[in-house]
């Protein structure tokens, strides 16, 4: 096997997979139509939690760049003509009524279309609804390149199962699936996944399969998280710790209860049931095939606004308070703010009246919130500090003490349970948590 290959979508996903087979000895071209990822990556300065073996992203991006071993582009002409490899790895979009966009992962094809020649290999990896691959990946490769998908070039899919900040070491150490348009393509595609990754690769009967498999994978998460969440209010209601009523479930060696939250964050989890759903052809087929997931992902949606309104009856109104958020990225420890619960709570406490700052060193805030204030004198400032999220960079003694010091005047929103085993906190009128 050529140990030459491109990725097309330089994101979350992409640029990590492109450094990972450019560490070991692929000559690697990454090409990605936003110039300002282009300029960040060429500069060393992305703003990314990947580590590689220990080392930063930057400084690994740094050494690829000036060894030769990725080079990246904003324009596909400007990709060597002699890559016969090419990973797709841009994302289909959502909105907030489940509409699927599917204007990149179109124009990423047709694009990619023009350059391909007879014998090339397309891998697509990004997440997608059942029969995109086979359908409009392939029409719109074959349109663009004149070529004929499983004679001239080869086509398969295999899902991305990366968790952001440990992609290095998931690209190498999570089992991979794999679906292919025919045996070449899949045998092929196997052989590419498995040079950096070092688990058995599952070669699954056809691309629908693995499509399918990669979302209910994520949806069945946005499930037990709705189910979590459900038990937390359930708990609420009844006076029952609920960290404590989890742990004790879980000690049943089959039951596996998540932790509940302020809601589900991010690309993958979110966008699995629309995904499910835009796989169908309408509402009807949704509620008579998938109910138990358009159910989970209503109340998921949901909840952001859920907790604002219980915050607001715990504070006695929001109008004119103060409230600190201390975190605001999409889950624990990321600098994402894509498809942030944070941000929804931050933005329905701000919809009813409340004056919301955001302290988060490692995750940007929109802009639309005040981010002046340290610690100090954000916790001098609140009438509620808010732990949407845990994050890395917090000293969350200090906030303890300076809350303690607040003598009550200051409500402290534990949604992570930073505090939950801190028992100077647990019994507080001012501690709140889920
Ligand atoms: N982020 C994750 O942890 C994760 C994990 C598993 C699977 N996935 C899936 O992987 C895919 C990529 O996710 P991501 O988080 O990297 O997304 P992302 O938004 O971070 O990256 C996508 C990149 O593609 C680029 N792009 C858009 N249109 C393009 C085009 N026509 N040509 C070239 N580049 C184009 C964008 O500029 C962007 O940089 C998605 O399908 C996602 O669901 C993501």
């Known amino acids: 096997m050529e140990r030459k290959l491109a990725i097309v979508g330089l994101g979350y996903v992409g640029l990590p997979l492109a450094l990972t087979y450019a560490l070991d000895a692929f000559q690697v071209s990454g090409v990605d139509i936003d110039p300002r990822r282009i300029e960040s990556i060429k500069s060393s300065s992305l703003g990314m939690r990947e580590d590689f073996d220990s080392v930063p992203v930057n400084d690994v991006l740094r050494t690829c760049l000036a060894n030769g071993s990725l080079n990246v582009t904003s324009r596909f002409d400007e990709l060597p003509k002699d890559v016969a490899t090419f990973i797709i790895t841009v994302g289909i979009p959502i909105d907030h009524a489940w509409t699927l966009d599917m204007s990149m992962l179109t124009s990423a094809c047709a694009e990619l279309g023009k350059l391909l020649k007879k014998g090339d290999l397309v891998i697509c990896r990004s997440t997608v609804p059942v029969g995109t691959t086979r359908g409009l990946v392939l029409s719109t490769l074959e349109r663009a390149s004149g070529l004929v998908a499983g004679t001239d070039f080869d086509l398969a899919y295999s899902s991305e199962r990366i968790a952001e900040g440990h992609a290095y070491d998931e690209f ?143 504070m006695g109104g929001l109008e004119g308070k103060h409230v600190l958020f201390i975190g605001i990225a999409m889950k624990d420890y990321s600098d994402d703010v894509t498809v942030s619960p944070a941000v929804d709570l931050a933005r329905a406490l701000a919809k009813a009246g409340a004056d919301v700052h955001v302290l988060d060193s490692v995750a940007e805030a929109p802009r639309e919130f005040g981010r002046e204030m340290d610690i100090d004198t954000g916790c001098l400032w609140a009438d509620a500090v808010v732990l949407p999220i845990r ?16 003598a009550g005047r200051v409500i402290l929103f534990d949604f992570r349970g930073v505090f939950e085993h801190d028992a100077d906190v647990l019994q507080q009128l001012w501690y709140v948590r889920l």
């Open 391 to 406: 994050q890395g960079n917090v000293d969350y003694e200090r906030v303890k003490k300076l809350v303690i010091a607040a």
């Open 172 to 314: 190498r150490n999570m089992p991979l699936v794999v679906g292919g348009i025919n045996g070449r393509s899949l045998d092929r595609a196997t052989q590419v996944l498995g040079a950096v990754n070092r688990e058995p690769i599952f070669k699954a009967s056809s691309i629908e399969l693995v499509e399918a498999a990669k979302m209910f994978e994520n949806a069945q998460r946005d499930v037990n998280i709705a189910i979590a969440d459900q038990m937390a209010r359930f708990a609420n209601y009844f006076g029952i710790p609920t960290w404590e009523l989890i742990e004790a479930c879980n000690t049943h060696s089959r039951v596996k209860i998540l932790m509940p939250g302020i809601g589900v964050g991010g690309h993958c989890i979110p966008y699995a049931s629309p995904y499910l759903f835009g796989s169908l052809t309408n509402q009807a087929e949704c509620a008579e095939l998938l109910p138990t997931f358009v159910s989970a992902r209503r109340a998921n949606a949901a909840q952001p606004d859920y907790i604002a309104e219980r915050m607001s009856r715990r």
